[in-house]
């Protein structure tokens, strides 16, 4: 008799190991979901949250599927946000490397110009002092002629 009774129990223990329970299409639909998260499918995943929520709103999964979406909505809206930064900085990046051209071609013309003031001040100089010289020439020429 008791081989009987443990025969039964290890038939019974058997059975609830082997059964699953029919899944819920609640569930189906979060772990969708949750897959294509985890393929890196964002959008899709996104859309596939709204579905739980659109069509399960009550079901116990609802709650980790708001969750979820508002993550994932989170999280595209800062790789949208990171894809416009960076064109803007290399955008930036361009106009900054313009810029440098710009002003090393203005460095090399403030040289030129610097040089020539340079040489244009040192003839200034060499006529005041020929300039001098002719006065004081002009003022010994006066003096003889009196």
Avoid: F, H
Wanted: glycine share 4%; proline share 2%.
């Amino acid at each position: 008799m008791t081989r009987l009774v443990l025969a039964v129990m290890i038939l019974s223990l058997a059975g609830c190991v082997s059964w699953s329970p029919v899944s819920r299409p609640s569930a189906t639909l979060l772990a969708n979901a949750d897959r294509l998260v985890t393929q890196g499918r964002y959008a899709e995943a996104l859309d596939a949250y709204e579905q739980v929520l659109a069509k399960y709103p009550e079901a116990a999964e609802a709650a980790r599927a708001r969750v979820s979406r508002e993550a994932i909505a989170e999280l595209l809206a800062a790789r949208a946000q990171i894809a416009r930064l960076t064109a803007g900085m290399k955008t930036q990046e361009a106009e900054l490397a313009r810029l440098r051209e710009l002003a090393a071609a203005r460095a090399g013309e403030l040289g030129q110009a610097r040089a020539e003031i340079a040489r244009l001040t040192a003839d200034a100089d060499r006529l005041r002092t020929d300039l001098e010289q002719l006065k004081r020439i002009d003022i010994d020429m006066e003096r003889r002629r009196k």
